[in-house]
């Protein structure tokens, strides 16, 4: 079988198998191998045809140095933050692979346009989104930087932001500072999606063990699990969906700005922070917490019960059947929350103390009836830019072999 035919069989099966992270192993894209095999095998060509791009919805990306000027960015709508404590992401000249290679790819699995300086790259899932970007992962920021950008993010008009990474450089009062940010974002409605750590991870990310925090982990083409280096299967207890992140496209692994494949739960992030964007163009009317019930209950290619294990979390993402499911069917909750773990559900969604109100005397109150409907009009406020604001036009898409 072909392997664009065992993808087809992967999702037509309803199978939930998965993995946790895998060691980053960067590598150019091998003769005969397929990069873009995670657009084909979530069927991402048939959804924009079908207009849903992610338009009107902003993810911000946390990440480490990028390039904004790679051809496959050159059709993106990037705007980076400059934040104070942290350097600009943005260098000149352009030339180191290592750091601006992981912002670059993250952010190409986004909103690639399908080229590179050798011609095909990545495709992004969701090219129509507004892209805020930030550098908190720079070595030389300070440690309040990421709550900051997370308070930010938010004033921003951030609708998801998304974590590919982990820092060494956050103490006890930071990371009581990033709770808050945490609480916060979510209050506001924003969806905070973050990576489980890889094999060769130095450091955990500090957003996975707080509540709330759609925590990411990748599986292959062939939905193998991914193995630690005993061979065992890779395991979280945080981990909550599965997405493809193991030879998937990107750039600068094999030092050039040509396509190249890496893999990892940073990898599968942006997928996933992509496929809730895509959700939240198609239903405008569903609330954050809607899309995220319905993102842990619609994995896989057929009707499930809600299930969870600690290496596939609830199951494989499955953009078509997000899409399919009308979130408004499930409870305005966020379903990522443990009793044990901050902040606490009164932290993140207090209840509110209604002001004592004296109703007129003989007068009875009605209730406005409203409706939920499943338009795909999306109307998002966006808040007004502050730093650099990076502008691009279409280009077409490469067409020759890497």
């Known amino acids: 079988m072909t392997l664009r035919g065992r993808l087809i069989g992967w999702l037509a099966s309803g199978l939930l198998v998965g993995a946790a992270g895998f060691v980053s192993v960067p590598a150019a894209a091998a003769a005969g191998a397929d990069p873009l095999w995670y657009f084909d095998a979530m069927r991402i060509g048939a959804i924009h045809d079908a207009g849903i791009t992610g338009e009107g919805v902003t993810i911000a990306v946390f990440d480490d140095e990028i390039n904004p000027d790679l051809p496959g960015l050159q059709d993106a709508d990037i705007e980076i933050r400059e934040l104070e404590g942290c350097p600009t992401p943005v260098t000149d000249p352009a030339e180191d692979y290592v750091l601006e290679g992981h912002g670059s790819s993250v952010t190409s699995l986004i909103a690639g346009n399908g080229t590179s300086e050798t011609g095909i790259g990545a495709v992004g899932i969701a090219p129509g989104v507004k892209i805020l970007y930030y550098g908190v992962l720079d070595d030389e920021c300070r440690g309040d930087t990421l709550p900051v950008a997370m308070n930010d993010a938010v004033d921003a008009g951030a609708d ?20 808050a940010s945490v609480a916060a974002a ?51 207890d945080d981990v909550d969906v599965v997405a493809p992140g193991i030879d998937v496209a990107g750039v600068g692994w094999d030092g ?67 899409l399919a499911e009308n979130p408004t069917q499930y409870p305005d909750e966020n379903p990522l929350f443990k009793d044990d773990q901050r902040p606490t559900l009164d932290e993140a969604y207090p209840t509110p103390t209604p002001e004592p109100t004296t109703p007129p005397v003989d007068t009875a109150t009605t209730a406005l009836p409203w409706a939920i409907g499943a338009t795909a009009i999306v109307i998002i406020g966006i808040g007004a830019a502050t730093a650099i604001t990076i502008n691009r036009r279409k280009k077409q898409g490469g067409s020759h072999d890497v």
């Open 160 to 179: 998801i932001i998304n974590f590919s990474g982990g820092s060494a450089s956050f103490t006890e009062g930071t990371l009581d500072n990033t709770v």
């Open 256 to 322: 050039t700005w040509g396509m190249s494949t890496w893999s990892g739960n940073s990898a599968a992030t942006p997928i996933v922070s992509s496929v809730i964007a895509l959700a939240m163009q198609k239903w405008p009317d569903a609330t954050p917490n809607q899309i995220l019930q319905s993102l842990i209950h619609n994995t896989g290619s057929d009707p499930h019960e809600l299930s969870w294990s600690n290496t596939i979390g609830h199951g494989v993402v499955n953009a078509t059947r997000l």
């Open 186 to 236: 979510l209050q506001a409605g924003v969806t905070i999606v973050a990576s489980l750590p890889n094999a060769n991870s130095a450091f955990e990310s500090v957003l996975t063990p707080m509540n709330g925090v759609v925590n990411v982990a990748s599986v292959d083409a062939a939905a193998d699990v991914a193995l630690w280096a005993d061979g065992t299967p890779m395991a979280f």
